[in-house]
């Protein structure tokens, strides 16, 4: 692309040079008309050969109504026009005209460059190679050759290669190129780990855990990848616009060039006034401006949202994010962070200590997710305690014998059968009760955390304009009505399954409103609802692979608080593309309308072709840049 770059911009200042030099020898000698052609016939060639081969075999292929072939037709045109009785010559505006069509074409070249390069600097995650340990020895291997289960080391300054989980080590992850985010994520043994993220400080043994090609890395390259094939509504209108545009702009341009001289008195006199006005609607009715800044506009606008995390997986989606009025929001993993954690102990004749302990030893060998948060907490296993008959209550809880002591863990209906009396909590979540010896010792309340931004998401939203907010759970009401509250979302829907989550989004859609439905989510069991609603919204960095395939638009560090940056994202996009539209159809229509009445000249022309693309590729560009809106 730069090397032909490099050779149009060469033939635009030869060409412009030697334009220059047949201007001056007009000026300076009285030529013969077709001597001055030939003079003029250097700058023009060099300037568009390649626009009138390209013509030529479009016209072959019977496509000939592109903007090749009728820049070819209005300049070849202007060119003939001075050998008309009574007409002036048009050579210098034929070489101009086409050289102000390279002009605008090498910007839309170069403007494409910068957003495909954008994109390509955003997207160069794919890592290169993997160093993978096998029978003790440590080889470096094209990642796609990694088995699933097998163990890789990865230094510091290497991009990660394939997602897994950190088997030994500490470090730091820069994680720009997924999430946005420039202050790095600090990572240690235990913790799940992403392609595509660079390891900058220590050295860390990894499990993989996906092959290659379903590794973090490889599904966002593919979403960015496949995100221009889905055209947006207006995309789709102006390819429309221009096949039905076009003709007609010809057809009125053969009209105007033949019928009034066919009326007049003469039609040699006047034709060649006739067919400058018709050539001047040639050059007005390319549809450049509308062809090219349109979708790239979208293009940006999807290159500006991948820079701060936010993959949109097509222009349609990005124009229907814009329109959104109602988001249905999943609670667990969206609106919380799906991991369970103790949020409050209340002994009972025991202080929180000695609850903790007797807890996390009864559960030690559980792998509940209740059971592990309270191991979590207390992490001293090995303190020389005495466990012993550990068993379990089928859906009540898990008994054993510590040093000597009878302990229960459980729910409310295992103090029932053991017949003592638990104290309720003013606290919501889930209560996990204790008891020792045939006594109460307190209990513990173990909860799903509301994510640090999830209010300030609410009320970015509600800013927005977006008119109603509803939180889907599967959860107990109490549940979910502390969340709501906590996050200000006045409507929610609890003790839902799967289907019942679609049911609601469903009724969402049938109701009465404006805009479009939008659902967040990020769990396989919201695969269903995000698939059915106007535009599906997946947490990326910890969501399920199925709601991540299911969704239109992936959030990449599952903070909720980019769907409001999202959607400013695609209204602005969207304003841009509405701007460009605009602006150029009145230009044209106007040029059009002065050049019937002879009032245009053939510069106005290339202005309302050349000039408003030249302005609408500047204003489409604005899409890239997305850090004054992304507070």
Known sequence: METENKIKIGKIIASSVLLVVAVLIEHSFNLPMWQLLLVYLVPYLIAGYDVLIEAAEDLSHGEALDEDFLMSLATVGALAIGFMPGAENQFPEAVFVMLFFQVGELFEEIAEGRSRKSISKLMDIRPDVANVER????????PDSVQIGETIIIKPGEKVPLD????EGDSSLDTVALTGESVPRTIHAGDDIMSGCVNLSGVVKVRVTKSFGESTASKVLELVENASENKSKSENFISKFARIYTPIVVALALIVAFVPPLLSESFIANFGTWLYRALTFL???????????????FFGGIGGASKR????????YMETLAKVSTIAFDKTGTMTEGVFSV?????????????????AHVERYSTHPIAISLKQVFVNEDDNCKVENVQEVAGKGISANINGHQVYVGN????????????????????VHLAMDGEYAGHIIVSDKVKSDAAEAVSALKSAGVSRLVMLTGDKKEVAADVAKIVGIEEYEAELLPDGKVNVVEQLLREPHDGKVAFVGDGINDAPVLARADVGIAMGGLGS????????????DDKPSKIAEAIRLARRTLNIAKQNTAFAIIIKVAVLVLAFFGLATMWMAVFADVGVTFLAVLNAMRTLRVNNIAS
């Open 545 to 556: 692979d199925a709601a991540i395939e299911a969704a239109d638009v992936v959030l990449m």
């Open 164 to 167: 897994g989980f950190i088997l």
């Open 135 to 142: 029978d003790g020895v440590l080889s470096a291997i094209a």
């Open 412 to 431: 409310e209906k295992l103090m029932d059968e053991l017949k003592v009396q638990s104290r309720p909590c003013h606290k919501f979540g889930t209560v």
């Open 309 to 316: 995390g936010i993959l949109v997986k097509g222009s349609n």
């Open 343 to 359: 949020t409050a102990i209340h002994p009972d004749k025991i202080n929180d200590i000695e609850l903790l302990h007797y807890a």
């Open 283 to 297: 050059v007005v009715s390319c549809p450049c401006a509308l062809v090219i800044s349109v979708p790239l506009t």
